[in-house]
Each structure stands twice: as structure tokens, then as C-alpha cells.
């Protein structure tokens, strides 16, 4: 468990969502000695092409070209990511669990619902995992005693599937013994995340600042390229490289139209709240005129 | 002439401008090495108080205080600071002159119309300076010429009053000799600085980013103070300290409320007009939550 | 059922809303040969005056001279729109039994709470329809098994009245035989709108187009005065024309407004969240000077 | 029960909120000759310092000193402000029951997540409350009922703590005999407030207007020092006034900031969402140049 | 000369704009007794219809009937109305002799460049007239020595038309003997109007506030309507009353449209800069919900 | 001068702009049988590369491939465009001329001055040439009258350059005999352009419509690559492809980014001032989820 705690956290709806908006980012950080994560709030059952274990495994190829120390998936049921008190006891657990300095969360609007209600959920939790008088672990043990499981089985047949709340990998960390004392001691101790940042990518909005990722440009287009169940259709057919050389050429523009709003080659935008504060006038990046 | 080409310039319409929106960051760099400057585009002769003179002995004390290397001032009338072809040749010598890495215009809106059209003044000048093309000292000889005096003599009367382009302090440099010979050469070689940055402090909007000026915020009021001219009235009477105080507690208040946005004491305030460039995603300051 | 798919369908919360803000472009669009639908989330049952019934009766009239081809009421609760999983299935398989290229959402603010969050609403459910996986049929049936009987039964209760989930007019199509199968197949089938457009005529907002009404400015007024039940009060006394002349007037200056935005008599405002696209520039209605 | 109806209610999430951003606005009101009141919706027992007991009585010594005429806590949980149907009725109940013309919400955007939900949970009160047709005590009684103590129970586990629902201080008002009778008739009779202001000191936006609070500022520091279970921490040591002298420091620069926008030394900003209407324009305060 | 100082000065770029955008406004001033008066600043010689004379004898049957109490016309020609340093003067000379308190400009954005040049000619006027040390006269006595004659001439020519710097009505006030000495003294005391609010009518802007104009909206319209040159040849043909019935349509429908923003018949907009400043919050207008 | 009257005439302060922001607009209007037209402001004489005559002839060449039925260049000086009323007469003079229905101007922010000041000037002069009552011709001529000889002398030297009003190209039009007659009649009549929308490439500002220039984007980047004198440089060296290539990119990744916008493959961004009149809101373009 020597990858924790995080220095960077990336926290997305869908398996695949961090490789399209900042997995530049997080391989820069990774190259720059930074512990990086990522979270994934569904495990992407609803995803038109591919099965959740598809993407798992997929998952796990992206998280290893971005060099991730660390990534995890919960059981909040694809499309249907909502900002209940349930979910957010389960993503504070995991900020309490991984304790990151810089959580990167989807921007708060977007064409996709999971994506926005994952922004407002995922800041949610990050002010929850913070409160020192909460018991976290006490309030999520709670749900499954005795009313738990009729509440649950309520819920689960309303949604018409099944809800495994806090089993299995649902838990953040598949821990045991030593690992597992650990992992409950830093859920018991309440952890405020220093800064929350969001990706901006898939919204026409005008980013804060940008990332230079020109040198990680290529190895994000593989972390994406590796989710083949995704990009298998499109790749079908006599010849696969079209399709592929379709996608590239989208991607790029994007990183490249963000890159030239800086004067680089590739860039992500990112968006944040707070106001800059500058040490140096005279060392401002990104030229005026 | 040791102390040009200049880390940062500050333009501002008044004397006493630059020392209540960013006197404070003018000292921080200097502090830290940088050679910075000031130009006032105007004598301040509109002013209520005190006369043109009284200020230029004052500006020298500020500047002193606030460790300037440069100082110099325009003859463009206060109170009519207008965005001309020719005052933009005067501000673009003086940026060839001085050649600064970054500017410091007043922001775009403000109550009082020096202010605002200073800014567009001063960023169009910038843009002039970078022009290979654009000959400036030709440019402004040739206002010498017969026919300028003419012109000259029109606009004179016209404005009601004397216009003294390219004379005396106007020049922007008293220079003699090799340094006359080196101003020459700067004027005639272009060019732009790198970032135009505003001072927001006399407006309310909300900044790109603020400058901890903590540990300068005393310098930066006694810079203030040096203008005994503006403040005497204020400060007449038996006792000088309630008026000072009063004064006090309203750059204080700014400063401290500009300071609060970022977690530190005290601040002043700036906006950007492009995006930001982030190197370190970990590293990014001031607080979300 | 001649009358589906929908080219456009207007979901509203109230029996009236439509009439107020975009009955006019439904007529003007049963004009042109497209076949329009009205889905009305609430039976208006929290309306001071008139009962649900009265309404229901009204709508139709309504619907009739605005010349709908489908109009269908939900029974969420009047003054109880919330943005639910259950809410969401209901929208969600109007959706796709009626497969509208377009809907019409309320604005996403506003005064009235049902408003915006319709607008909400219906803008995931228009999402949840295109989900190729979600069986909406089996999430909706299987929350009236046994635990759903419990879990409703409880809802109910905390409500403080009976929720009706999947019976009678909420199937949203009253449907037989051969009818149900085809709404059934419908139902299976995903079904994602084209575009989704938002009737802003509520709030003041600058909208991004308007819909010149001005042939259909009678009947649509027409169709407002349908709801006896909602004016009859303000009609009431030995002259009922003041009273509607009044509202006659208002409605009239909105839609004139509106109308000389775009150089037309009467026009209904809308917004759209996405960039337009534009084939003929020297065709661009609306004159700038 | 003669301090009802209110002219005034602050609605906010946590005692000593209030305090903060409008207390300085209640004191004035009530200065004024007006009827004023404080609801916090939770008890603060996630509060970091202090129990709930605690700040039961320092938010009635912080009442005592702001002069309002009614203060009453809720019992939903702090950390966990959540805009449900059911704490909508409870809002809505003392809605009806103080029957205020004007109500200060906080601003709809915040830090803390329990802020910015009270903003619309406060909003969507005020418009239940208006609603005739809903009877607001049915509604929670029902809720007492057999069903509703599965419901509780079940939803009290999930929640990991105790919902007392609709008992003791929850009922807004301790009434008996008359008072009661009088209580339950004013929760029967609808109330909308014909104002809603939006409390914004806690976000950097900008302020539709201020209230000048200059007479009042020092009464309101103290409130807020009333909560000594708050401060105390900070006031530990051998010198108890550099703790306080910082705190005052920053209260008092946010109010002279506010202050000096509108030409005034202290002032606590609000936003409305509705224009102004003003009667005479040559009465306008604020300088403008 | 008792109709000076004005209570409140409207300028505008042509006669019959203020009719058009805060007639009612003016009326409604007159009405509560206060000193109203009206600065056209070009002849409308450039209106498609009617002479500049023709204008000039509706502009005074207009003035009469909104009760004005001062009504002038500057010499700045129309279509070309410039932000120069002679017209600022112009302007900041009827400044000094009328002495409003509250000055209302157009507002800064427009289809027409004469409104919108107007609103900042305006301000800066405004300034330009509350500096102690400017002398006005001398200012602009000395263009008309003999190096003006020149520019002057030139300055026509390059026109294309005759300028009359200073000549007959351009004074601002027709003055004689003690009337004249009067005028002179207050040209040279400086006067800065307390507050400036700008007329948004003409641009679909959201206002700031609505002043209700329901009691003055027939004299508005007739102020209006007395501007025959502009209106006849719309009413030409046999019946008069379709153009001027449909002018009012417009007219009407615009001022419904505001005046239904604040709850009131008709209204007429604007817009302030600065914050407003509240003194009873609970005696706030407009309905909130 | 069968190319007159036009539907479109772009208006750009350098020959390039318009072949970077709307060639392919132009083209695709051109590919649709429109008249379209090109207005450089000035001839280019400060670029840094190439001299004006090279530019000249490089944008005869990118006419021809855009397909323009009309291109002229007026001698406002590169790097001092200004909006004054000599310059508003020349271009107003050069849209009575052409008579264009739709006027595309640059936006109105940007990095380079001339940029947004052209885009000013435009908008001034197409109102200009509306105004019936303003004879063009005799304005401009009488500058060129005796008097204008020296205030144009005075200019000149004042900006150190020639200044040739009126002479040889800068008609705008070189006309001789009947067609001479021709555009003198035309200069005679108003015309005022019935659209003026604003080509946004340049800036980082969400366009209001994009246009699918996917037909068009080969001719359009050849237009550009026309400009041999501006991309010589960078194709210098042994390998000539890398620079185009790089060039290249960036263009693309631009038309790309606007064009997934819209779902098309590239596009030219697009910002009217007016909100839309939409007539048949089912075939709104661009998907919305």
C-alpha cells in the first residue's frame, strides 16, 4: 500500500471518462514522481459496447500506460450516478482511504448526466470526508444490519438490479490483515482534500488554466486505445486504421486547440473555482500579445 | 542605465495610481530581484490638491520606498488622457526603452476615464512596440518638423492649453551622450513584452489572481503616504492621526479582503486575459474547501 | 397510433404551461404536417382553483385547438416534481413510445420549482431513453412485485397520498391489443431526441431564438382561455370581458416583445444549449441595423 | 406568541451562520421596529468545537443580543442539509407558522454543501407554503403512522443515526393550549413571503445591494462572539485577545469592503433575483462618480 | 433661470430619444416636483424625415408635455456624434450651468452609434465637469481665437459640413446681462452629478431596476406623438389611425413588458453600475415568488 | 461589374485575415451561386514579412481560389487603423458601392488592435451608409479641396507617413466612364447591409453558429498558403513540408474543434448579435445528446 496517500486523485463517472479528459495530466504528474489515482464511479454496465469485465480489464491496461498507483472501481449503477447520502459515504470513504492533496473532478455540466452529477457528488463527499465527527465506516456498517437488507432489497428491486453496497471490490481497497487495519484507521480519520480542480474537456467552456501534456500526448492516446471493446466496432471491417485515424484526429484537436490557447502543442483544460495566487508576476506563463 | 531592460513596468494615468493598486507587488519583485519601473502618463495637474511639482517630489519618495529602478513621467494632460496616435507612440518608445518582460496596465473599466482609457492606451502601445516596421523615432521627429508645428499650434489651442511632445522628461529618458546613444538604438529595435497583466484594485470585479503582499504591505502604505500633497488636507488639524487612520483602515480592508480569497493576510489583485498554464496540478495554490 | 413517432413533443409540469409558453409553435408546426405531442408530468391537482378533473377535460380542448396529434398527463405530484429514478423510467418510456426528433423542456430556472425541475427531469430521461441496455419495462414491473408493494406503500405514506406507479393513464398511452404490443416493442426499443430546445418565455432570459407565432397568436390564445376553471374567477361578476382583456394584454405584450426581437408581430422565445449551424449565411433571418 | 408574524426571517443551515452573513441586517431591522426571526435547520453537532448543547445557548445569548423576536431550530442532520420532500414540509410548517414578509436565504452557491442546498430546500419551502391545497400537518402526521415507522427506521439505519421526526423542538414552535390551537391553524392557512433575499457574504459574487450595518457592527461582532464554544480554541493561551483581534480583523474587512462600495464604513451584502423598482431616481443612493 | 439646478438631466443623442426611453420617467419626476430637464445633443438634421427646424418646434411641444423645466440642443452633428475632447466639453459645460444631481445617459451598448457614443461621451463629460481646476471657458474661448479659426475651418471641411463651435443655441443656455454673468459663474464651478443611470430601452439588456410609469403613460405616448414629422408619413393615406395605432402596439408592449418584471402596469428600464444600497429590507419591492 | 451588387462582403483590417477566419464561408456562399466580396482595410506594409505589392498579388491569387466576385484594399495605414469619420466614409463609401446584404466584420476583442478596431469601424460605417440624408461623395471630396491639402499635409507628417485620401485604388472601385457613372450613383443611394455577423476564429470567444466549411477546408487552406511572402520563411531550409505541416495542423485542429461543435468535420466559428428566428424548430440543426 506504499501508493498511498495520493497525491492526485482523478474521479470520473465511467471507465474511460479520466483517459479522454486528463490522463495527460496524470501521467505528467506520474512522471513528475507524483502518486496519481483513479476512481470510477460505475463500472460502465450500461455502455452500449463491451461488459463491465471487458472494461475492467481495459481499466487495468489504461491505468498501467498512465502509470497509476492506484485505481479503483465503485458499484454506483451506470446512468444512474446519483448525489444520495449513500454514495456519498462511499466516495468520502475513499478519500479518507487514499487521502489526496488534488482531486480532479468531471466539470459540473455536461451532456452526460452521470458526468455532472459525479461533479456535485464527488465535492460533496470531498467536504464529508473532512467532518471529524463522522464515523464513516459505523455509518456504512450500519447499512447492512438487519433493515439495511430490507431497505436494500427495496431499493435494488426499484432499480430493478441488484446493489452490492460494500461488498467486494465496492469497498475501495481489497485489503486484508495489516492492510485492512490500516485502510479502517485512515477511514476513521477525517481528510479535507487541499484543492479540487475540474475537467473541462468535454464542455465548450473556457478553461482556468491548461496542462501541457505534449509529452505525454501519445501514451494518453494509447490508455484510450487500450479500452478495445470500446473502438472495436469502428475498427471493423477490412481495414482498421481509418477508424482509428478518425478518433486520433479528434483527440488531437482537441489537445491541440487547447495547447495553442497556450502556446504549446497539447494541452487539457481544467477549470478552478478559487482565484490564482501568483509568487512570481514576472514568471507568468502563456504570452499576452 | 544599469537598471534597463526592466522585469516589470508598471503604467498607470496618475502619480499615486500605482501606488494603491500594485504598489505592493512592485516591492515583492524587487525583493526578489526583479528590476521594476513605473510610468505615469500624467503630471497630475488636474488634481485637486497640491500641484505638479509637489507630486513629482513625492513619486520620487514613493518610488524610493517601493525599490523601483525606473521612474519616469508623460506630459500627456491629466485629465484628457486619450487613446491617439501619438500617445501611443509616446507609451510604445518608452516600452522600447525599457523593454519590460511584463506590463502592468490599469484594468478596463473604471470610474475614472484616465484610468480606463490608459489601459487600452497602454495595451495598444505594447502592440505598436513590437512592430519591426514601425520607425518610432522617425515617426515622432517628423511631429517636429514645420508642418507639425503647425499642428501642433492647432491642437495647442485647441486643447487650451501648451503640448510639449517630445520635450524635456517627455522623452522619457533624460539621457546624454552614450546613453542617448542607447536609447536611440532601443527605440529603433522592437519590441513586445511577453505578458500584459491588470490591476484590478479600483474596480469590482473579481480577480484572475492576487500577489501575497504580506510582508509588504507596510512599505506599500508608507509609499502611499508619501504623497503628503493629496493627504495633508485630510490629515489638517490638531490631531494628523485619525485622518491617516481612517485611510488605514480602507487599504487595509482591500487588502485584507483581496488577501481572504487566497489565504493569505494581505493581497492585491489582478486579471488576465488568457488562460493559465499549470506545470504541477499538485502544487496549485490556495484552498478549495 | 397513426400519430407517432413525434417530430415534436412538448413536456411541461402543469396542464396550461404549454398553452403559455409554446402552444403557438406547436400549432405552427401542425401547420407545416409535423405531428406534435403534449406530456403534461402532473394532473395540476394543487391548482387553487379548479379540480383535476376540470383540468384534464381543458387540456383537451386545449389540445384540440392547438392541434396536437398526442397529449398524455403522469401522475407525479402537483407541487412534488422531483428528479427521481422512478420519475425518470416514467419520462423516459413516454420517450420512447412517442420517439420525438425534438422536445421542448421548461427553461432550467424559474419561479415555480416544478418548472425547473421538469426541465431537469426531462432532459435525463430524454438521456435514459437512448440507453440501449436499460429494459425500461422490467425496472418499471418489477417495482410492483412484492417489495415494490412495501416500498410504495411506505413512499406513499411519507407523501401523505397514493402514488398510482405504472396504472391506468400513467402507462402514458392507453393501450390494447395490438396497440400494447406495438407500445411494448416501443418501449424496448432506445430512442434518443435529436434536439432538446427550452421555452424560456417564464424567466427573463435572453433567448437564443424566438418562433414567429404570429399566425397562430389567436388560436394560441384561444387555447389558454380553454382552461375555464383557471380564469373563471377573474372572469367572474356581471363583465367578464375586463378580466380577460387584462390577461389578453399581458400575453399579448410578451409575444410582441419577443416578436420585436426578430422583426415579427408575435413570436415565443426559446433557448438552445448547443451552437447553431448555419448553411447560408446570406440567408440569416433578422436584421442587424 | 405576539413576536409572530415576522416581518423578517433569516432562514440559514447552522447556528452562528446567520451571525456571520446578515446579523448585522436583522439587529438593524429590528432597530427599526421590526419583527425578526432565526430558523437554523440543523443543530451543528458536527461542529469541529463544541456540542449542540453548546450552541443551543450561545445561539440564544447571540439571538438576545441581535433583539430577534423568534429563533427555533430543526432537527435535520448537519453535514447533511438535504432538500427531501419531507424537510421541505418542515421548513414549509414554519413558514406558515412565523408567516414572514421577507426571508434571507443563503446564496445558492457556497463551501459548504449544507449552504447552498439550504438555498434551494429554503426556496422551495417558501412556495409549498403558499400552496393552499396542501395541508402541511396531514402530510407530517401521516407520517407518524405505522408505515412511516418502517420508513423511519429503515431510512435512521441508513442514515447511521436517530431521525426524530415531527417531535419535541422539531415542531418549529413548543405551543400548548391556545398557543397550540393558534400554531396549528396559522400551518393550515398558506403564507408565501413576498420577498426572498439571498444572504452573500459567504461567496465572492457580487452584491446586488448592501445594508449599511455601520450602527450595528458592534453588536454583531459580539453575537458571533457569543459563541464562545467556537472561538474558545482560538482564544486559548495566556493572551485571550490576539485570537479575537484576528477574527475581528477579518469580520470587520469584509464589512468595510462591502462598506465602502456604497459609500458607507460597514455593510453586509445580499442579491435578489427580481429587478428593482425604484420611485424616484433622484433618490438613489450610491455615488456613481 | 429658476428652473436651475436641475434635479435631473436626461441626455440624449437626438430629439425624441428620451420620449422614447425615460419619458415617463421625467414626467413622474415633474409630477413629485422635481426640476427635470432635457440635453439633446444634435439637431437630428440626418433623420430621414423632417427638417432639424421641424424637430426643434416638436422637441419644445414634447418638452411642455412632459413638463420639463430646461431643454437644449448642442451643435454636435448628427450621425457623427464623437467622444471628443471638444464635444466633452460641450457637454461638461451644460453640466456646470444646469447642476443636476442625477444625470440619465443612453445606455452603453446600441444599434444606433450615436446612442451608444453618447453614453460615454456623456459620462466622461460628467467627470470632466467636477474637476476643480478645469476652466471651462478659457477652454473653450481659446478655440475660437485665431489658430482655431484654422483647425476649425479645417475640421469643417474635413466634414464636409460647417461647424459652429460656440456659437448661437450651442451655448446650452440662450443668456443675457445678469443671466449671462450667472451662467458664467456657474461654468466655473465644478459640478459632478451625484449619480448616473442609464435608459436600456433600446437594448435587450436585463435592467437594474423599472421605474413605474403607468400614471404618465398616455402624456409619453402624446410626447411622442408630437414629433409629427417623424410619425406622418406613416399615417399618411386615408386613415391615420392603423400607423399610429400600431407605433402604440409597440410603445405599449415594451412598457407592459417591464412593467410586468416589477408587478406594475408600465415601467420604463435601467441600469446602475454601482450596488444599490437598502436601507428596510422589509420594504423591498417587486415580488419574489 | 456584373460582380456588384453583392450578398457578402467580408471586411478584414489585412489581406490574410479573412482567408484564416471565413475564406471557406466565402467559398462555400460562392459554391452556392452568391456574390461575395473581400474589403482588406489596409495593404499590409507593417507585416514583417513580404512588402505590400507581394501581399497584393498573394491575395489576387487567394481570390481567385476563394472564388470572391470582388476584392479591393483601402490605404488605411497597417497597425493605425482608427475609427474616424474619414475612415467611416471610405468604407461607407465602399458599401454603397457593393451594396452587400450580409457584412461579415471581424470580432469585436482581439489581440490585435487593428482586428477589433476594424470591426468598430465596420459596423460605424455600414450605419453611415444607410443615413439618406449623407452625400459620401461630397464629403470625401471636399477633403480634397484646398483646405484638406493641408490638414492632410499636417496628417500625414503627423503620422509619418504618406496619406493618399482618395487617390488610385482607394476609390475602392476603378471605375472609368460609364462605370464611373455607375458607382457614382451607387455612392449616391443609402444602403444599409440587411445582417453584420462577426467572424470569431481569432478569439477564444463560444461562437453563436458555425458554418460546415468541410467541402471547402483544401481551397481554403490553399488560399492561405497563396500568402507565399508570410509562410516563406518558415518553409525555408531544406525540407519545406515540415512548416506547411505545422501550419497545417494548427489550421486544421481549429476548423476540427469548430466543427465537432456542430457535428461536422470542419468549420468557421461564427458570433450575430441578434437572438435567431427559427421556422420550423424539427429541423433545427445539431444534436443536443
Known amino acids: ?32 514522481g507524483r502518486r496519481t489515482g483513479i476512481l470510477d464511479l460505475t463500472r460502465g454496465e450500461m455502455g452500449t459496447r463491451g461488459t463491465a469485465e471487458d472494461r475492467e480489464r ?5 491505468a498501467k500506460i498512465l502509470r497509476v498507483s492506484w485505481r479503483e472501481t465503485l458499484d454506483i449503477p451506470d446512468g444512474r450516478v ?15 482511504q487514499t487521502r489526496p492533496r488534488v482531486v480532479i473532478l468531471p466539470y459540473w455540466k455536461g451532456r452526460h448526466p452521470d458526468h455532472y452529477t459525479a461533479s456535485k457528488l464527488g465535492y460533496e463527499a470531498c467536504f464529508l470526508a473532512g467532518l471529524a465527527k463522522l464515523d464513516i465506516h459505523r455509518a456504512i456498517s450500519s447499512q447492512q444490519s438487519a433493515f439495511r437488507q430490507v431497505a436494500s432489497a427495496v431499493a435494488s428491486v426499484v432499480a430493478g438490479e441488484e446493489q452490492n453496497f460494500g461488498r467486494g471490490r465496492t469497498s475501495g481497497l481489497a485489503v486484508e490483515g495489516a492492510q485492512r487495519d490500516a485502510a479502517l484507521a485512515a477511514e476513521r480519520t477525517p481528510h ?9 474537456l ?7 488554466f491548461v496542462v501541457n501534456i505534449t509529452d505525454q500526448f501519445e501514451a494518453r492516446f494509447e490508455s484510450l486505445m487500450a479500452y478495445k471493446s470500446q473502438f472495436s466496432d469502428q475498427q471493423a471491417g477490412k481495414d482498421i ?38 509568487e512570481d508576476v514576472t514568471a507568468i506563463a502563456v504570452k499576452s500579445i
Open 241 to 278: 486504421f481509418p477508424a482509428r485515424a478518425e478518433i486520433r484526429a479528434r483527440i488531437e484537436s482537441m489537445a491541440r486547440f487547447y495547447g495553442m490557447m497556450a502556446g504549446v502543442t497539447y494541452a487539457e483544460p481544467f477549470l478552478q473555482k478559487e482565484v490564482g495566487l501568483v
Open 82 to 96: 446519483e448525489n444520495t447520502w449513500e454514495n456519498r459515504l462511499k466516495v468520502a470513504r475513499i478519500i479518507r
Open 1 to 32: 500500500m506504499s501508493s498511498l496517500p495520493l497525491d492526485l486523485l482523478a474521479v470520473a463517472a465511467h471507465r474511460d471518462d479520466v483517459e479522454q479528459t486528463c490522463g495527460g495530466t496524470l501521467l505528467k504528474m506520474a512522471d513528475l
Open 58 to 62: 481495459e481499466a487495468a491496461e489504461a
Open 202 to 208: 468535454y464542455y465548450d467552456v473556457r478553461p482556468t
Open 192 to 200: 479535507r482534500p487541499f484543492k479540487i480542480i475540474y475537467a473541462t
